[in-house]
């Protein structure tokens, strides 16, 4: 059975009002940015973004905010539980009378792959357990990314990062499995949770909309081309973006209550087409190719959709 | 008023913080157990599940999550209370500074708990002056009606817009959290007089009018403002504290300064100590009273504002100053000592001798001994003008029941 969006099927039908304005101190091309971007169109501007550091803190530098709903910086590992202390103080003034319900607002985590995969962990797992409600967005560059791109639990393999650089002892770089964050929150049963990539604007404007009949956790992992980290021309970013999708790198999928539908199959071109755009990648092609590193990228992606299938 | 109809209860200092959460009628409790604490906490779910307490009470996954999601629901504008221990604070310890720099105020009580390595359970003071520099203000109580009263005074003083920062108030584990001591549980009625209701108009997140909270900052004077209006609003707090004092001897009948002057009239030496040691330290001055020495103790309540000159006014003129440290900073000595030396040296009136001790540690005890041992100490370094320490108290009796132990674990181990 193939997803159909029922909301968002032509891109006119996407809103036109912006909430994430321009003039942000984010690198050209951030590919988290664009997400944020769509997102916003969906969530609207009441909201209160709880923050967990990482590149996006940079978004609210004093005294300036490109957003024009609200914002809260926490710390790297407990933006979740920032987000459970607005929620709750929130439902209290709001059942107390001290705020009125329609200026309730949707309490959004905003975090990266160092954060969400590994540092506040604990803290996400807290949250979903207590099925608190709220939306978790992790612009995903696979690396921690502001502190100048070291490896991080995202980070796939055969990426060069600061920390894995490709070396005589590892030349392919980074010698790890991107850490399945998919699986580990889908292990947790919330109710909604999903992939997306800015440059399947319809399916992610889609998955947000319909995130919104869920009360309770709801996770949005978003492709984050990281021009600066992945060192590619900031023009190139929608191609990454499209061909990680269309080479079955970053599948879209969604899962409501743990059952997971892939929203967009790809035809599945070679992984090397993606690769190759991407500096951080460059060592697995030049100076000569590392055959077998390819074919492992190759096969895991082989082997992911094998099972999707069946 | 009704100050004579007021009638106590025996009560535990942990269930006297609870109370202390009830009366000021707290709307948000974020949780986590840890001995010698967790009392607290089972107190106030129980409460919340009663309807006593009308207030959401939520179990975190951790002290970090706990602090974080205390210092998110007071920013939001609910009144919050929290609670916890030793390595719980520690674990939280980031979080402190990055809600004190959101001006949030909210209560956290910690019952204090030596920290690990070794891992133990009984009190001293370095797990919460190791926050002294957080932003969070500290009120230290010395019995369990201190716990009580000092609660409703540090909600009345965070709030107040003059200082807007979370506030600690510490009491020692066992000795207080886990001792029933009589306790007068105020009037709720007056207590709403005292603690009006928060309404904060700088904080909350509202959807017709967002708001950003905790930005990032780049250059050192943007920083530095910010750091500095922390501080300022910091001091502030002597002066609230001062006023929040007269109100609730007005309206409760006790009076709590920011020091607690105890036999101090007369006395030409003086032992500075906190928490319930203090009343340890209150009885070894009445022993040494008796024997015709004329001795006093200076109890420091508020630690953060420091009270510079408060302190001041009541050690100077002194012969010697003894300050009896619960805790130990290796390789420097005793915390509070260097506080008190740092705020003595512009006064015109030095003591003598300022004597460093350290006690207490992991909830050792100071024996009567050792009380009379310190007394004498400082009496003659006060005679010759020069002070001592810091002194680590260990008596003798100590010292041989730790190297039987020491021979146990030795055979264990060799199996001789």
Redesign the interface.
């Known amino acids: 059975m193939t997803w159909e969006p029922h909301i968002f099927k032509e891109l006119h039908q996407i809103p036109r009002e912006e909430h994430v304005f321009p003039g942000t101190p984010l690198c050209a091309g951030c590919g988290g940015l664009e997400s944020l971007r769509l997102a916003s169109k969906v969530l609207g501007s009441r909201v209160v973004y709880i923050n967990a550091a990482g590149c996006f803190t940079n978004l609210a530098s004093f005294p300036f905010t490109p957003l024009d709903a609200s914002w809260l910086y926490t710390t790297m590992g407990s933006a979740p539980a920032g987000a459970q202390g607005v929620r709750d103080a929130l439902d209290v003034l709001i059942a107390k009378g001290r705020l009125p319900k329609d200026e309730d607002v949707k309490v959004v985590v905003l975090a990266g792959d160092g954060s969400t995969y590994d540092m506040a962990l604990s803290s996400t797992s807290g949250a979903i357990t207590r099925k608190l409600d709220f939306y978790y967005f992790c612009y995903d560059n696979e690396a921690y990314g502001n502190t100048g791109v070291q490896l991080s639990p995202s980070t796939p393999y055969g990426a060069r990062t600061t920390t894995s650089p490709c070396s005589v002892q590892h030349p392919a770089g980074s010698t790890q499995e991107k850490k399945d964050i998919f699986e580990i929150w889908r292990a947790h049963r919330p109710p909604y949770m999903a992939t997306v990539s800015p440059r399947f604007p319809l399916d992610l404007e889609e998955k947000f909309a319909r995130a919104a009949d869920y009360p309770g956790p709801k996770l949005f992992l978003a492709f984050a081309a990281c021009p600066t980290g992945w060192l590619f021309d900031p023009a190139y970013t929608p191609d990454v973006a499209r061909l990680a999708v269309e080479c079955g790198i970053w599948p879209l999928k969604e899962a409501i209550n743990g059952e997971v539908t892939h929203t967009y199959v790809p035809k599945r071109r070679p992984v090397e087409e993606y690769l190759k755009l991407q500096g951080r990648f460059r060592h697995l092609f030049e100076p000569a190719r590392q055959e077998e590193a390819i074919k492992h990228i190759q096969d895991r992606v082989d082997s992911y959709w094998e099972k999707v299938k069946a | 008023m009704n100050k004579m109809n007021q009638t106590s209860q025996m009560m535990t200092g942990n269930l006297a913080a609870a109370w202390g959460a009830r009366l000021a009628d707290v709307?948000?409790i974020?949780g986590f157990p840890i001995t010698p604490q967790t009392e607290i906490v089972e107190t106030l779910s129980k409460w919340c599940d009663s309807g006593e307490v009308?207030?959401?009470f939520?179990t975190?996954?951790?002290e970090?999550?706990?602090m974080?999601?205390?210092?998110?629901?007071?920013?939001?504008?609910?009144r919050?209370f929290t609670a916890t221990s030793s390595q719980g604070l520690l674990h939280a310890f980031?979080?402190l500074y990055?809600v004190a720099g959101?001006r949030v105020p909210f209560v956290l009580v910690n019952v204090s708990r030596a920290l690990a390595s070794p891992i133990t359970l009984e009190p001293d003071h370095n797990d919460v002056l190791a926050a002294r520099d957080s932003g969070f203000l500290q009120i230290h109580a010395e019995t369990c009606q201190e716990v009580l009263d000092s609660i409703l005074m540090a909600y009345r003083i965070a709030e107040d817009p003059r200082v807007c920062l979370p506030a600690m108030v510490n009491l020692d584990g066992f000795y207080l959290s886990f001792t029933r001591e009589p306790v007068i549980v105020p009037d709720p009625q007056a207590v709403k007089t005292f603690l009006p209701p928060f309404?904060p108009a700088h904080l909350?997140?509202?959807?017709?009018a967002?708001?950003?909270?905790?930005?990032?900052?780049?250059g050192g004077s943007?920083y530095s403002y910010f750091r500095h209006q922390m501080h300022l609003a910091a001091m502030n707090g002597l002066q609230v504290h001062e006023e929040a004092a007269v109100e609730f001897e007005r309206l409760f009948g006790r009076r709590y300064g920011l020091v607690e002057a105890y036999k101090l009239d007369d006395a030409e030496d003086v032992l500075v100590m906190t928490n319930a040691f203090a009343s340890k330290g209150k009885a070894a001055v009445d022993a040494a009273r008796a024997e015709g020495k004329r001795v006093g103790l200076l109890r420091l309540r508020v630690i953060r504002p420091w009270p510079a000159e408060a302190i001041r006014q009541a050690l100077q003129g002194r012969r010697a100053v003894a300050v009896l440290d619960q805790n130990l900073a290796p390789g420097q000595g005793g915390i509070l000592y260097q506080e008190i030396a740092a705020c003595l040296y512009h006064g015109a009136q030095r003591p003598r001798a300022l004597c460093s001790f350290i006690g207490g540690l992991g909830g050792k005890n100071i024996s009567e001994g050792e009380f009379r041992s310190v007394f004498e100490q400082t009496a003659e370094a006060g005679a010759r003008g020069t002070g001592i320490g810091p002194v680590l108290l260990y008596t003798e009796g100590e010292h041989r029941e730790m190297e039987q132990l020491q021979y146990l674990a030795h055979d264990l181990k060799t199996g001789k």
Not at chain 2, 204 to 208: I, V
Not at chain 2, 210 to 218: I, S, T
């Open positions: 709307d948000y974020p009308n207030a959401r939520v975190l996954d951790s970090h999550s706990m974080t999601a205390a210092g998110a629901a007071a920013a939001t504008g609910a919050v980031e979080v990055t959101w309404r909350g997140f509202k959807g017709s967002p708001r950003a909270l905790g930005p990032a900052v780049f943007v």
